[in-house]
């Protein structure tokens, strides 16, 4: 059973920052890559960035690479979204999502724990 739970999202202007925070009820963390999936109004839901089960490999989307940035506490089993120079199209609904040791986490079907999502709105 894996259970995420997701926070730190809110309002914020453009250029500002906010940092997501997930925090996974597990037997064992560090048998999980971990991800963060966004979905836009309209849009698709899509893998943004993920993280190997140790932490020392990461994945970015074009769309954010250079302004976010993926961390893990496997002390603290909670998984990090540093997201700077945010702007008005990054506004979403933000997954944490988690996948088995072993299976890519840079790839989006790999993902099969989810958490409930959490609002992230950037005005201009």
């Known amino acids: 059973q894996v259970q995420l739970v997701e926070s730190g999202g809110g309002l914020v202007q453009a250029g500002g920052s906010l940092r997501l925070s997930c925090a996974a009820s597990?037997?064992?963390?560090?048998?999980?890559?971990m991800g963060w999936f966004r979905q836009a109004p309209g849009k698709e839901r899509e893998l943004i960035s993920g993280?190997?089960?140790?932490?020392?490999?990461?994945y970015y989307a074009d769309s954010v690479k250079g302004r976010f940035t993926i961390s893990r506490d496997n002390a603290k089993n909670t998984v990090y979204l540093q997201m700077n120079s945010l702007k008005p199209e990054d506004t979403a609904v933000y997954y944490c999502?988690?996948?088995?040791?072993?299976?890519?986490?840079?790839?989006?079907?790999?993902?099969?724990?989810w958490g409930q999502g959490t609002q992230v709105t950037v005005s201009s």
């Open positions: 999502a988690a996948s088995d040791y072993g299976l890519p986490y840079s790839m989006a079907p790999a993902f099969g724990y």
């Open positions: 597990v037997r064992r963390f560090n048998d999980y890559n």
């Open positions: 993280i190997n089960w140790n932490g020392d490999r990461s």
